[in-house]
């Protein structure tokens, strides 16, 4: 398993290591230190989010299993209190029917935590393609979700070898969704940009 994210990272070196050396032409001083420490700190916010990807997929069954349903419980619990600040009519729910609600969407919020981790990664790779690259948008977002659906498979393989885990191919297509959905986000941000400018 340990090879495949290693050809991972080789081809996202590969495919980065002509676009940095001959996109690194920087104008003046003071905007080259600005460009240098936003492409350092997108690169750096890759490598991070990548690692927790892996991370998060090593965990054991239980261990992640509890650690969503506790997480969906506190959002419930919020979101609870939140609208009984805002609303005049009051509803009181109990621990139990809280319980119940967890158990019964627990299986669609981590798909949807699936989807949501993916699509930052997709912002994120998308970003970084934008900084290193002079490829057009339509390219990015091929190379983006090819990417992310090749660290999806080798996330979904990594977890056949943790206790209580499966591989999901359900899971690797909600996943390169997420990453389509986040680099569509970071297109339409640029042209935004680009409309201000």
């Known amino acids: 398993?340990?090879?495949?994210?290693?050809?991972?990272?080789?081809?996202?070196?590969f495919s980065l290591k002509k676009a940095i050396l001959n996109n690194f032409n920087l104008r003046s001083k003071k905007g080259a230190n600005f460009e240098l420490?936003?492409?350092?700190?997108i690169v750096i916010l890759l490598i991070f989010w990548l690692i927790l990807i892996f991370l998060c997929s090593g965990q054991v069954s239980k261990a992640s299993s509890?650690?969503?349903?506790?997480?969906l419980e506190k959002?419930?619990?919020?979101?609870?209190?939140?609208m009984n600040s805002v609303s005049p009519v009051?509803?009181?729910?109990?621990?139990?029917d809280i319980l119940r609600f967890v158990e019964e969407y627990h299986?669609?919020?981590?798909?949807?935590?699936?989807?949501?981790?993916?699509l930052v990664l997709g912002v994120i790779f998308s970003m970084v393609l934008i900084n290193f690259t002079r490829w057009s948008f339509t390219k990015i977002i091929i190379v983006t979700c090819f990417?992310?659906?090749?660290?999806?498979?080798?996330?979904?393989?990594h977890q056949l070898g943790v206790q209580g885990r499966v591989a999901s191919f359900i899971d690797c297509l909600i996943d390169t969704s997420g990453s389509l959905v986040g680099s569509l986000i970071c297109y339409v941000g640029s042209r935004m940009k680009g409309m201000k400018e």
């Open 75 to 82: 959002m419930v619990t919020y979101s609870i209190h939140v």
């Open 90 to 96: 009051k509803k009181e729910y109990s621990r139990k």
């Open 107 to 118: 299986f669609l919020f981590r798909k949807l935590c699936h989807f949501a981790v993916y």
């Open 147 to 157: 990417v992310c659906f090749l660290y999806s498979v080798g996330d979904e393989l």
């Open 66 to 71: 509890y650690q969503t349903k506790t997480m």
């Open 1 to 13: 398993m340990l090879y495949f994210y290693r050809f991972i990272v080789t081809i996202l070196i």
């Open 37 to 41: 420490a936003k492409r350092f700190t």
